[in-house]
């Protein structure tokens, strides 16, 4: 017997949205009676969406990210970071994570092959939307189709991180239909992951504007610094919009996307120096293709429709199908034993080979969401009211088959020939599951005193739903279970004068954690639950070309779990409080003039994990001693300051220069579960540079060097088995011809 699921979301689908056209009508017939009349007393109402026209430079003044509506940063009792497609454009990152070493508090996070594992404020977690939605996905689409990166510091009710990281999200926004027409050719060349084509065309295919479409495609085929890492990527996105009248709007967009990659693990530590194998920086533990290989395939559809029924009232209605697999072969070798706390060659003395552990498997990952939402905004008194409610319902089956493979040994110092072998017809474990969110909330803002003070308070009804279930066997190993969580929010802003806010928040939000043996028994544990205080000031002069903001934070974590030590039978799993994060980070964007441009973040805490009661008994490798208390969370640089400079030259029109300065301090290697401390991979300083020389209105070339001084450091650290070396310094250039 096979236990599988459908989700049912489709009829829902179309009864929401043939409600949303009902709806409209009788709205466009409101609009038609109110004619152009505007009540006084009627406040302006937001929209569900961000024309690009609204901000300057390279930064966003604006976000939809932690409200579902268009809202000034200035206004969120939460830290938000926005940056507009100039700035992905200037730093043109090798790796998409790397975008964030420019957001204060924020940095790349434990690898660059997918597009999740980003760490804010010292939680590294897979808090990844794209348009609001979380599609599964397992490497990263061309960052030519996004038009903006919305960076939420924090947990957020509305947007639930699917492993419930309360550090923060991205919420990338994709490209969107215009009506000018144009089209641009871009061919990029260069020494590492550089190689690529695309093209973006846009404009209109009506006479009225009405209806408007836009295709981004790219070819991306690029080798790498490292040994056995390769990317050979296609991306297409077409999109529609259709304006039906000046209050409504529909867009559908589409994705495909897939990925063929190689098996890089970097390079694990040596159980001697408790460092990494002093090898080649390109060095490898992982074997060739075909033998290891990643092939990842995305498809995707969504829409997003908006309408404003009247001066009152904005409804919004979204969704999302998406299907992702995952075809790998790879192979890890372990040099230390987490379990025994121990090296995993008894008395290895440098000649020894280490045994890896291999896993051939092929993913199938269903994912359908639906959100909507309504908007209302009223005045009592001398009060306005601005009212959000919604709900999102979301599921996502999926289904992992795992094959019989074996790899051969791995010597650091003397490599034989990588023999990996497949065995297609014998299944070792075929494991679906499905998990479904349900979830209503509501979030209002109060304007007080001329809109000098605003209060917000909301909450979340959440119900999740989980089950796992053994296909070769037909018994489910995880029974069916629901949880239900109400998740508060509340903030205070309040402006000093008209351009000097200060702000406090509370913010939580949770994720399943499944189910595991307690006292011998299968129960349901705890949900991860995640809750951040947090208090600051934003501040803008010079008619809003300088912003800044800092804030303190106190972000924290509980009901981790962690693998129990001593091994248990009936609790092999302990629950711990997890991380507490507390510092002070900020961000500063100053449009000097039209020629200048500064940017610059900044980041200070201190992160820290807690040890569970299995710590009483270890002596932690890199002090020598038992600890019991914390220790200092993986790959996170606790201590961080970035500077971007743009200038545009007044005696060569067209040419421009950027300049990327980010510093890391020292990084802590520790275990997978963040309960074994091995040392520090050292701080780091990279700068890059950009060159940009558009030479009409046709033709634009651009140059960029990454870590131009060609310093050696430590890129990421996933577990003191997965440390991945930086790149030297690396050399691309592009040309982009629109027509």
């Given at each position: 017997m096979?236990?599988?699921?459908?989700?049912?979301?489709?009829?829902?689908?179309?009864?929401?949205?043939?409600?949303?056209?009902?709806?409209?009508?009788v709205?466009?017939?409101n609009?038609?009676?109110?004619?152009?009349?505007?009540?006084?007393?009627i406040?302006?109402?937001?929209a569900?969406?961000?024309?690009?026209?609204?901000?300057?430079?390279?930064?966003?003044?604006?976000?939809?990210?932690?409200?579902?509506?268009?809202?000034?940063?200035?206004?969120?009792p939460?830290?938000?970071?926005?940056?507009?497609?100039?700035?992905?454009?200037?730093?043109?990152?090798?790796?998409?994570?790397?975008?964030?070493n420019?957001v204060?508090?924020?940095?790349?996070?434990?690898?660059?092959i997918?597009?999740?594992?980003?760490?804010i404020?010292g939680?590294?977690?897979?808090?990844?939307?794209?348009?609001?939605?979380?599609?599964?996905?397992?490497?990263?689409?061309?960052?030519?189709?996004?038009?903006?990166?919305?960076?939420?510091k924090?947990?957020?009710?509305?947007?639930?991180?699917a492993?419930?990281?309360?550090?923060?999200?991205?919420?990338?926004?994709?490209k969107?239909?215009?009506?000018?027409?144009?089209?641009?050719?871009?061919?990029?060349?260069?020494?590492?992951?550089?190689n690529?084509?695309g093209?973006d065309?846009?404009?209109?295919?009506?006479?009225?504007?009405?209806?408007?479409?836009r295709?981004?495609?790219?070819?991306?085929?690029?080798?790498?610094?490292?040994?056995?890492?390769?990317?050979?990527?296609?991306?297409?996105?077409?999109?529609?919009?259709?304006?039906?009248?000046?209050?409504?709007?529909?867009?559908?967009?589409?994705?495909?996307?897939?990925?063929?990659?190689?098996d890089?693990?970097?390079?694990?530590?040596?159980?001697?120096?408790?460092?990494?194998f002093d090898?080649?920086?390109?060095?490898?533990d992982?074997g060739?293709?075909?033998?290891?290989?990643?092939?990842?395939t995305?498809?995707?559809?969504?829409?997003?429709?908006?309408?404003?029924?009247?001066?009152?009232?904005?409804?919004?209605?979204?969704?999302?199908?998406?299907?992702?697999?995952?075809d790998?072969?790879?192979?890890?070798?372990?040099?230390?034993?987490?379990?025994?706390?121990?090296?995993?060659?008894?008395?290895?003395?440098?000649?020894?080979?280490?045994?890896?552990?291999?896993?051939?498997?092929?993913?199938?990952?269903?994912?359908?969401?639906?959100?909507?939402?309504?908007?209302?905004?009223?005045?009592?008194?001398?009060?306005?009211?601005?009212?959000?409610?919604?709900?999102?319902?979301?599921?996502?089956p999926?289904?992992?088959?795992?094959?019989?493979?074996?790899?051969?040994?791995?010597?650091?110092?003397?490599?034989?020939?990588?023999v990996?072998?497949?065995?297609?017809?014998?299944?070792?474990?075929?494991?679906?599951?499905?998990?479904?969110?349900?979830?209503?909330?509501?979030?209002?803002?109060?304007?007080?005193?001329?809109?000098?003070?605003?209060?917000?308070?909301?909450?979340?009804?959440?119900?999740s739903?989980?089950?796992?279930s053994?296909?070769?066997?037909?018994?489910?190993t995880?029974?069916?279970?629901?949880?239900?969580?109400?998740?508060?929010q509340?903030?205070?802003?309040?402006?000093?004068?008209?351009?000097?806010?200060?702000?406090?928040g509370?913010?939580?939000?949770?994720?399943?954690?499944?189910s595991?043996?307690?006292n011998?028994?299968?129960?349901?544990?705890?949900?991860?639950?995640?809750?951040?205080t947090?208090?600051?000031?934003?501040?803008?002069?010079?008619?809003?070309?300088?912003?800044?903001?800092?804030?303190?934070?106190?972000?924290?974590?509980?009901?981790?779990?962690?693998?129990?030590?001593?091994?248990?039978?009936?609790?092999?799993?302990?629950?711990?409080?997890?991380v507490?994060?507390?510092?002070?980070?900020?961000?500063?964007?100053?449009?000097?003039?039209?020629r200048?441009?500064?940017l610059?973040?900044?980041?200070?805490?201190?992160?820290?994990?807690?040890?569970?009661?299995?710590?009483?008994?270890?002596?932690?490798?890199?002090?020598?001693?038992?600890?019991?208390?914390?220790?200092?969370?993986?790959?996170?640089?606790?201590?961080?300051?970035?500077?971007?400079?743009?200038?545009r030259?007044?005696?060569?029109?067209?040419?421009?220069?950027?300049v990327?300065?980010?510093?890391?301090?020292?990084?802590?290697?520790?275990?997978?579960?963040?309960?074994?401390m091995?040392?520090?991979?050292?701080?780091?300083?990279?700068v890059?540079?950009?060159?940009?020389?558009?030479?009409?209105?046709?033709?634009?070339?651009?140059?960029?060097?990454?870590?131009?001084?060609?310093q050696?450091?430590?890129?990421?650290?996933?577990?003191?088995?997965?440390?991945?070396?930086g790149?030297?310094?690396?050399?691309?250039s592009?040309?982009?011809?629109?027509?």
């Open positions: 096979k236990i599988i699921k459908k989700p049912k979301a489709l009829p829902l689908i179309t009864s929401l949205l043939t409600l949303s056209l009902a709806l409209t009508e709205g466009a017939q609009n038609t009676k109110s004619g152009t009349e505007v009540n006084s007393e406040v302006q109402l937001p569900f969406e961000i024309k690009s026209d609204t901000d300057t430079g390279f930064v966003g003044k604006s976000s939809l990210g932690s409200t579902r509506i268009a809202v000034d940063l200035n206004e969120l939460q830290s938000v970071k926005v940056l507009n497609s100039a700035m992905l454009q200037a730093v043109n990152p090798m790796n998409m994570p790397d975008i964030l420019y204060g508090g924020a940095q790349n996070g434990q690898l660059f997918s597009p999740g594992r980003i760490n404020r939680f590294t977690g897979d808090a990844d939307y794209v348009d609001g939605f979380a599609p599964p996905a397992n490497s990263n689409p061309e960052s030519s189709i996004f038009d903006r990166f919305e960076v939420i924090g947990p957020s009710s509305i947007f639930l991180a492993d419930g990281t309360p550090g923060g999200i991205v919420n990338k926004i994709t969107s239909p215009t009506s000018i027409a144009s089209t641009s050719v871009t061919a990029q060349l260069g020494m590492y992951d550089a690529s084509v093209i065309s846009n404009g209109s295919l009506s006479a009225d504007n009405k209806l408007l479409y295709v981004v495609l790219n070819k991306h085929y690029a080798s790498s610094y490292y040994d056995w890492w390769y990317t050979h990527r296609i991306d297409v996105m077409p999109a529609l919009s259709y304006q039906f009248n000046e209050q409504t709007k529909l867009v559908v967009k589409a994705l495909y996307h897939k990925a063929y990659t190689g890089f693990q970097g390079v694990p530590i040596d159980p001697r120096t408790l460092k990494p090898l080649p920086d390109s060095a490898s992982s060739p293709a075909p033998q290891h290989h990643r092939i990842d995305q498809k995707r559809l969504w829409f997003n429709f908006t309408t404003r029924l009247n001066n009152n009232i904005a409804y919004h209605l979204s969704g999302m199908t998406a299907n992702a697999t995952h790998r072969k790879v192979a890890t070798p372990v040099t230390w034993n987490d379990s025994k706390n121990a090296p995993a060659v008894a008395g290895y003395n440098g000649t020894q080979s280490f045994p890896r552990s291999s896993s051939a498997d092929y993913d199938n990952n269903n994912y359908r969401d639906l959100q909507t939402d309504i908007n209302l905004n009223f005045k009592t008194g001398g009060a306005e009211h601005n009212l959000l409610v919604g709900g999102e319902l979301r599921s996502s999926g289904r992992r088959t795992t094959y019989l493979s074996s790899d051969t040994a791995w010597n650091p110092y003397n490599p034989t020939p990588d990996y072998t497949v065995d297609y017809n014998t299944v070792t474990a075929s494991v679906a599951s499905h998990d479904t969110n349900k979830r209503i909330f509501s979030l209002e803002t109060i304007k007080l005193f001329n809109n000098r003070l605003l209060l917000s308070a909301g909450v979340t009804r959440s119900q739903s989980a089950d796992q053994d296909q070769i066997k037909g018994v489910y995880t029974a069916p279970y629901t949880l239900m969580k109400n998740l508060k509340w903030g205070i802003v309040y402006k000093v004068f008209n351009n000097i806010n200060i702000f406090t509370y913010n939580e939000n949770f994720a399943t954690n499944g595991g043996l307690v011998g028994v299968t129960a349901v544990l705890p949900p991860k639950q995640g809750k951040q947090e208090a600051g000031i934003k501040a803008e002069f010079f008619n809003k070309k300088l912003s800044a903001n800092a804030a303190y934070f106190d972000t924290q974590q509980t009901n981790n779990t962690v693998a129990t030590f001593p091994t248990s039978i009936t609790n092999p799993k302990t629950l711990i409080p997890g507490i994060s507390r510092g002070f980070d900020g961000d500063l964007s100053f449009q000097v003039n039209t200048l441009f500064l610059g973040t900044f980041s200070f805490y201190k992160a820290k994990s807690v040890l569970g009661p299995g710590a009483a008994a270890v002596v932690q490798p890199y002090y020598g001693k038992i600890l019991t208390t914390t220790i200092p969370v993986d790959n996170t640089a606790q201590q961080a300051m970035s500077l971007f400079v743009n200038y030259m007044a005696s060569i029109e067209g040419l421009s220069f950027g990327g300065t980010n510093y890391q301090s020292k990084r802590a290697i520790t275990d997978s579960a963040n309960q074994l091995f040392g520090y991979a050292p701080g780091r300083t990279l890059q540079l950009n060159i940009n020389y558009r030479y009409n209105k046709h033709l634009k070339y651009s140059v960029n060097i990454d870590n131009l001084f060609n050696k450091y430590i890129y990421s650290v996933r577990s003191e088995n997965v440390i991945i070396k790149a030297p310094i690396g050399l691309k592009s040309v982009t011809y629109t027509f």
